[in-house]
């Protein structure tokens, strides 16, 4: 039994062989796919000028499936604060939130969004990667820009990604509830609880802590299918472990043939016993005792597998067998 409300976070993976344009098709598909299904919310990654992953703005993404759905809310998980002015920020997640009342969140990170640093320094106008200062400044000026969209009508709801006990110091002190990246680093994520449970204030955002869960989750019929579909993001987990941040997006039957090394097959074995991948008993499981664990008061899933069909039937799966509630509405 999985008792937790469940979200989905997209990531929007180009497999070796298919242009980009074809994912972007497949978005509004998704969303209303996982809507269907009754995840509560489904939030859009920011990336840059990969091979693997689509550059599609989270803003456009979550403008065009609104369109495309009626109930489950969307937003960024996140848009990055150091690649965007703050005022435009508030401004085009304030004016999504006055079309879609009350279905707009607004997930606020830090990261450049890419690994190649002409990339970072292009969305940066030139200048090197944002400090902590600067970092924490543009935070609070969205938040306070947000406020000045009131009139608007209701506000998107503001959540800050962490993947670092830094990151948990900045949503406990501005009140905001917080999404904890354990799909990324799952070896911070208790230290990232604590401080944010510990140093937490009440704010107009958040009277008491709330945390949101991200796990990587591929879910299938067996194991065996489940390990297929999940190879190809490993091999490219694979290439960054040795620095090869350009690397694409394989095919199931492309990455089946992948030599891993004894140190990356250690590697990838570690992380992929903090996230959940397998048949629907193992997925349901793991990601049970995550939420026991953490005390989480909502999960998303990521699922990076480019066939659209794969990736709504991991979906599909985790909802028939979790006993979840079906909800798109926040409590």
């Given at each position: 039994m999985l008792d937790?409300?469940?979200?989905?976070?997209?990531?929007?993976?180009?497999?070796?062989?298919?242009?980009?344009?074809?994912?972007?098709r497949d978005t509004a598909a998704f969303a209303q796919g996982v809507e269907r299904l009754g995840y509560r919310r489904l939030w859009y990654?920011?990336?840059?000028?990969?091979?693997?992953?689509?550059?599609?703005?989270?803003?456009?993404?979550?403008?065009?499936?609104?369109?495309?759905?009626?109930?489950?809310?969307?937003?960024?998980?996140?848009?990055?604060?150091?690649?965007?002015?703050?005022?435009?920020?508030a401004e085009q997640y304030g004016t999504l939130a006055a079309l879609h009342p009350d279905r707009i969140d607004l997930g606020i990170g830090r990261g450049p969004g890419t690994f190649d640093e002409a990339t970072a320094r292009a969305l940066r106008r030139g200048a090197g990667p944002a400090t902590d200062e600067e970092y924490q400044e543009d935070v609070a000026a969205i938040l306070s820009f947000l406020v000045d969209e009131v009139a608007l009508g209701p506000l998107p709801e503001p959540w800050l990604l962490a993947s670092s006990p830094q990151g948990a110091v900045l949503a406990a002190a501005l009140g905001l509830p917080v999404a904890i990246a354990h799909h990324i680093r799952p070896d911070n994520t208790q230290a990232v609880l604590d401080c944010y449970r510990a140093k937490f204030t009440p704010s107009r955002w958040c009277e008491q802590p709330r945390v949101l869960l991200c796990v990587e989750t591929v879910c299938a019929e067996t194991d065996e299918e489940a390990a297929w579909r999940a190879r190809p993001m490993e091999v490219v987990k694979a290439g960054l472990l040795k620095g090869l941040s350009q690397m694409p997006f394989p095919t199931p039957a492309q990455a089946a043939t992948h030599p891993f090394t004894a140190e990356e097959r250690q590697a990838l074995a570690g992380f992929r016993a903090q996230q959940a991948v397998g048949a629907p008993g193992t997925v349901i499981d793991r990601l049970a005792r995550l939420a026991a664990e953490t005390g989480a008061d909502e999960l998303m899933l990521t699922t990076p597998v480019h066939d659209l069909r794969d990736r709504l039937g991991s979906y599909e799966l985790i909802r028939k067998h979790s006993g979840a509630a079906a909800t798109t509405t926040v409590p």
């Amino acid at each position: 039994m999985l008792d937790i409300p469940l979200s989905a976070l997209e990531v929007a993976m180009v497999q070796t062989g298919t242009r980009a344009v074809e994912t972007l098709r497949d978005t509004a598909a998704f969303a209303q796919g996982v809507e269907r299904l009754g995840y509560r919310r489904l939030w859009y990654a920011e990336h840059h000028h990969s091979p693997a992953i689509g550059a599609f703005p989270p803003v456009v993404l979550t403008a065009h499936a609104a369109a495309s759905t009626s109930r489950i809310r969307l937003g960024s998980g996140g848009v990055l604060a150091p690649n965007h002015a703050p005022i435009t920020v508030a401004e085009q997640y304030g004016t999504l939130a006055a079309l879609h009342p009350d279905r707009i969140d607004l997930g606020i990170g830090r990261g450049p969004g890419t690994f190649d640093e002409a990339t970072a320094r292009a969305l940066r106008r030139g200048a090197g990667p944002a400090t902590d200062e600067e970092y924490q400044e543009d935070v609070a000026a969205i938040l306070s820009f947000l406020v000045d969209e009131v009139a608007l009508g209701p506000l998107p709801e503001p959540w800050l990604l962490a993947s670092s006990p830094q990151g948990a110091v900045l949503a406990a002190a501005l009140g905001l509830p917080v999404a904890i990246a354990h799909h990324i680093r799952p070896d911070n994520t208790q230290a990232v609880l604590d401080c944010y449970r510990a140093k937490f204030t009440p704010s107009r955002w958040c009277e008491q802590p709330r945390v949101l869960l991200c796990v990587e989750t591929v879910c299938a019929e067996t194991d065996e299918e489940a390990a297929w579909r999940a190879r190809p993001m490993e091999v490219v987990k694979a290439g960054l472990l040795k620095g090869l941040s350009q690397m694409p997006f394989p095919t199931p039957a492309q990455a089946a043939t992948h030599p891993f090394t004894a140190e990356e097959r250690q590697a990838l074995a570690g992380f992929r016993a903090q996230q959940a991948v397998g048949a629907p008993g193992t997925v349901i499981d793991r990601l049970a005792r995550l939420a026991a664990e953490t005390g989480a008061d909502e999960l998303m899933l990521t699922t990076p597998v480019h066939d659209l069909r794969d990736r709504l039937g991991s979906y599909e799966l985790i909802r028939k067998h979790s006993g979840a509630a079906a909800t798109t509405t926040v409590p």
